[in-house]
């Protein structure tokens, strides 16, 4: 109908919100393969909290800016990349009458189960580390491109009113709105790889971070509390209803 508004520029939707600060690790036990792996370790009679306890750092992922926290850089060995998070076993993690083998951490990392789990969580982490890396860059680079175009706008315009008042030919024009195209199409290039940078982070997180949106914020790699953050969404809005 002609009486609709007309609709926002796509870059002025706020398609997915930014990356917040303090987001917990433990969004990642919302991904399918971490998922997947504790199901398996379940189907071998496992305590999940206490593999939890012992294989998955409780961290605060993201830093300042929604740029990633230290701690997370420090779960992997400069240089290498390696992981370098050393679990520790406190609690049997499987049950049935072997406790003192179950404390045993290289007695139970033999085990296949546990070897999946160690590898899920550690793709987890090395993949959102490494979306948070890109996504600092991609900032830094859109800032500087804007900034090109709009020296790229400016020379067009000074060229298009000399032009205009006698003092270049037509080519200076033509040559400055050439490179104009030329800086909107890169620029344009730019924040489309920074907004598919953001579908890989939401991803990695194991759907985003939308449902914290309405939660105070925390700082930048303050303790995170788990048996709050664990709590599945349905049973909050179950008591919010009741």
Known sequence: PDDLPAGMPLDAQNLLTDVPAGLPSDLLTRRPDVMQAEQTLLA???????????????????????????????????????????????????????????????????R?????????????????????????TYDQQIAALERNEHAQQRRFDLSDLRYKNGVDSYLS???????????????????????????????????????????????????VDYDKAAAPASASAAATNG
């Open 112 to 136: 296949i189960e546990i070897a999946n789990y160690e590898k899920a969580i550690q793709s987890a982490f090395r993949e959102v580390s490494d979306g948070l890396a890109a996504r600092g």
């Open 173 to 223: 024009v033509l040559t400055a709105q050439t490179d104009l195209y030329s800086a909107q199409q890169t620029l344009i290039s730019a924040r489309l790889a920074r907004w598919t940078n953001l579908v890989t982070l939401y991803r990695a997180l194991g759907g985003g971070w939308i449902q914290r949106a309405g939660e105070t914020p925390r700082a930048s790699d303050a303790p």
């Open 44 to 110: 071998a009679n496992a305590n999940i909290g206490a593999a939890r306890a012992a294989f998955f750092p409780k961290i605060s992922l993201t830093g300042a800016f929604g740029t990633g926290s230290p701690t997370l850089g420090g779960l992997f060995k400069a240089g290498t990349a390696a992981w370098s998070f050393a679990p520790q076993i406190t609690m049997p993690i499987f049950e049935g009458g072997q406790n003192i083998a179950n404390l045993n951490l290289a007695h139970v990392q033999k």
